[in-house]
């Protein structure tokens, strides 16, 4: 789930992630936003600048693989904030 507001200020896309612990323990919530994050700096200069973006990361997230995850990023990242 992907979440997108439009900042006042001038600046780069700002991101940031929700992983609860219904997505697993420390180590794979971790291993999630790392990856997550990984995926939004591949993604960043598609982003207009200014906006803030929060991605709300689901328990199936832990085990999808990650061209799945970067399919599923760039998708909402093009229908919310591009």
Do not use: H, W
Not at 68 to 80: K, N, P, Q, S
């Amino acid at each position: 789930m992907t979440y997108v507001n439009s900042a006042v200020a001038d600046g780069p896309a700002r991101f940031g992630f929700i992983v609860s612990k219904q997505v697993g323990g420390a180590v794979v919530r971790n291993t999630v936003r790392r990856r997550l994050k990984a995926l939004c700096a591949e993604a960043l200069p598609a982003v207009r600048d200014g906006n803030d973006i929060v991605i709300r990361a689901l328990p199936s997230a832990a085990t999808a693989p990650f061209s799945e995850l970067r399919d599923e990023v760039a998708r909402c990242l093009a229908r919310r904030a591009a």
